[in-house]
């Protein structure tokens, strides 16, 4: 909990489940956040064995910063958070939110019985960044990797790519708007958006110490 609840710590890691950045990659992925906070939570979350500072081979020679192999084992709780924060009355998923926290969210909101039957490779191509998501097995696996040779990429960014997926926005309505390029199978990219299905709103009830909800 002392990791956990300092203030950034979370988001920082958050943008780093998906392999190493530099400091202004994470610094812009990150809104609001001065450099020197910046600066202090990742010198604290190195410090606790978090994340590892490494510098890139020639060509790039740049200092970046990454999880190490016990941050990466967080994983599972950054799924778990998102399953119980959706579940809050005042749910908005509609709010901005970062390329890697809507990788994150596929990952932890995909239905393995409405994907069973499905398979393929789906880009994202979301600003600067791109992933790669293998869709098989009735799961989803999200890596931050070349779009290029999808069977399916989508172009946009993280919120109107929310719309379609959380909000049931049309994606030919998106499209129109120019928010939004789909490239490859297009029966694949409706059944995509629809794979997603939004928890149940958590009852305001109070429940004593114990209780199964």
């Known amino acids: 909990m002392d990791i956990f609840g300092e ?15 530099r400091f202004g990659e994470l610094r812009a992925a990150l809104p609001g956040i001065s450099a020197n906070v ?37 994983g599972p709780i950054f799924q778990a958070m998102g399953r119980w ?3 809050s009355p005042s749910h908005d998923p509609a709010r901005p ?28 191509r979301l600003g ?17 990797a070349s779009a290029e040779g999808a069977d399916l990429i989508f172009t946009g960014d993280a919120a109107t790519l929310a719309a379609a997926v959380y ?3 049309p ?17 694949l990219a409706e059944r995509f958006v629809a794979l997603f299905p939004l928890p149940s709103k958590a009852s305001q009830d109070v ?3 114990g209780a199964t909800l």
């Open 128 to 144: 600067d960044a791109e992933y790669l998501l293998v869709l098989e097995a009735g799961g989803v696996t999200p890596t931050r």
């Open 38 to 74: 910046l600066t202090q939570r990742l010198e604290g979350l190195e410090s606790a064995g978090v994340v590892a500072r490494r510098r890139l081979p020639p060509p790039a020679s740049v200092q970046v910063y990454e999880l190490t192999a016990w941050g990466y084992e967080a």
């Open 97 to 124: 939110f970062s390329p890697a926290s809507l990788m994150l969210s596929l990952r932890t909101m995909a239905d393995p019985a409405r994907a069973a039957d499905l398979a393929g490779r789906i880009g994202f």
């Open 167 to 169: 909000g049931g926005a």
């Open 7 to 21: 203030r950034w710590a979370v988001p920082v890691m958050r943008e780093l489940m998906f392999g190493p950045l």
């Open 207 to 209: 429940a004593g110490p």
């Open 171 to 187: 994606l030919e309505v998106l499209e129109a708007e120019g928010r939004l390029r789909i490239e490859g199978d297009r029966g």
């Open 85 to 87: 924060a959706a579940r």
